[in-house]
């Protein structure tokens, strides 16, 4: 008698080769690195209507450079135009604009006004 021989089952196939040439590149930002006074009145009149100010949200929406939204920043600071609300860490705090729409930083104005008002 002759043995018969089972079929072999193609089920899962040869397997394709990994190819390591397609990652995706994140697009390099041209963010201005220096401010004209048109950008500067700008910076001025639209960040403290921002609910949260902090150095990424003021570099992205200006497209302005990391260290010029941190000099923004502390500039808005010095004209009570956004005020803290707290610290994510040493070097990045977070801040609320004094004329954003949201009721804590009305809150927050009017306790550095008290503030103030008290010394």
């Known amino acids: ?3 018969e021989k089972a079929a072999p089952s193609n089920k899962g196939g ?4 990994k190819k390591w040439g397609s990652s995706k590149v ?3 930002l041209n963010n201005v690195t220096t401010v ?11 960040a403290p ?18 260290s010029i939204a941190r000099r923004a920043m502390r ?5 009570d135009l956004i ?13 609320k604009g004094t004329k954003s729409k949201t009721k804590d930083a009305q809150d927050a ?8 008002e008290k010394k």
Do not use: C, H, W
């Open 1 to 3: 008698m002759a043995k």
């Open 14 to 17: 040869k397997a394709k080769k």
């Open 26 to 28: 994140k697009e390099k």
């Open 36 to 46: 004209d006074q048109r950008l500067y009145d700008r910076i001025l009149k639209d």
């Open 49 to 66: 209507t921002l609910g949260l100010v902090s150095i990424a949200t003021v570099s992205d929406k200006f497209k302005i450079s990391g």
């Open 75 to 79: 500039e808005l600071v010095s004209q």
């Open 83 to 95: 005020v803290q609300i707290g610290d994510y860490n040493s070097s990045n705090p977070l801040y």
């Open 109 to 116: 104005k009017k306790k550095d006004k008290k503030k103030k």
